[in-house]
């Protein structure tokens, strides 16, 4: 497919990278208004661009990575030249009604929510479309599969979505953190601290992808009675940990709907 992200900043990027490494036969074209810092995406084959409409009608997909109050000049600019193509949009809070009635009914309207770890294919990518639009979407769900997953979802779940999967990013990277932080008041030296962290969930992860079990089950498999987890973890949870985390995301989620 012929690709075309419109916002080539944090997400647009970290899509482009991913598309290039996971799925090079897609060509992808990346725009933003200063392009200097993305120029290095052209060695990998990308084609990058200050102009929105440079080669858009040869485009099959339309990714736009803008910010919202970006969403109507870009629009604007490239409405005129398009039609019948799909525009998968990240901008959170874009309802696919509000999109549609932008783009008009020559296009049809995808809502996305990727995350950054797409760039290492290993995104968490919720995606919602309107039934008329589902043939059509189907290109932008195998599209995602290359990055990761790309669970369909309702479109009323898409904030609860953004905050679970694309804030959630920050808030596994911060659990990191405080565990790295921790290592290093044991005796660990930064470095070390941070690669055994971050291994130790990545482990934990792919544990539960792979045998797609609740967490407690294999929480028991490494808590020994009277052991020095299972003390941790009950210290941990004194203090709050699961809850304030609860906590957290319910205050993203309070947060988007505003
Ligand atoms: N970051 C995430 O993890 C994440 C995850 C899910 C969804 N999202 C959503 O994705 C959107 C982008 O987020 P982000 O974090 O990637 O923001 P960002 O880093 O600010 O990227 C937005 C990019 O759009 C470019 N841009 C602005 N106006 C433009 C125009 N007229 N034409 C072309 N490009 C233009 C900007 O570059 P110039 O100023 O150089 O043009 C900038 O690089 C937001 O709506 C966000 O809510 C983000």
């Not at 990346?30 to 485009?59: C, D, F, M, P, W």
């Not at 990518?125 to 599969?145: G, M, N, P, R, W």
Request: proline fraction near 3%; charged fraction near 15%.
């Amino acid at each position: 497919m012929k690709v075309h992200i419109i916002g080539g900043g944090n997400l647009g990027v970290s899509i482009a990278l991913g598309l290039s490494k996971f799925s090079p036969e897609n060509q992808v074209t990346i725009t933003r208004r200063n392009t200097s810092s993305i120029l290095y995406l052209e060695k990998l084959g990308a084609t990058v661009s200050t102009n929105n409409i440079h080669q858009i009608q040869e485009a099959d997909v339309i990714i736009l990575t803008i910010k919202p109050y970006q969403v109507d000049t870009v629009l604007a600019e490239i409405l005129p030249v398009i039609s019948n193509k799909i525009i998968a949009s990240a901008v959170s809070g874009l309802s696919i009604e509000n999109l549609q009635n932008k783009i008009g009914s020559s296009n049809s309207a995808v809502r996305i929510m990727p995350n950054i770890a797409a760039q290492f294919g290993a995104s968490a990518t919720c995606i919602a479309f309107h039934e008329k639009d589902k043939e059509k979407a189907e290109d932008i769900v195998s599209l995602f599969q290359s990055l990761g997953t790309a669970p369909i979802i309702d479109e009323k779940l898409m904030d609860a979505a953004t905050v679970l999967a694309a804030s959630g990013t920050a808030f596994a990277l911060r659990y990191i953190r405080a565990s790295m932080q921790a290592g290093i008041e044991i005796g660990f030296d930064w470095q070390t601290a941070l690669a055994i962290s971050a291994q130790t969930v990545k482990g934990a992860a792919q544990m539960l992808l792979e045998e797609k079990v609740h967490p407690e089950q294999l929480i028991d498999r490494v808590t020994t009675p009277q052991g020095c987890t299972i003390a941790g973890l009950n210290e941990m949870e004194m203090h709050g940990f699961s809850s304030s985390l609860i906590r957290g995301i319910k205050t993203s989620l309070k947060q988007i709907k505003g």
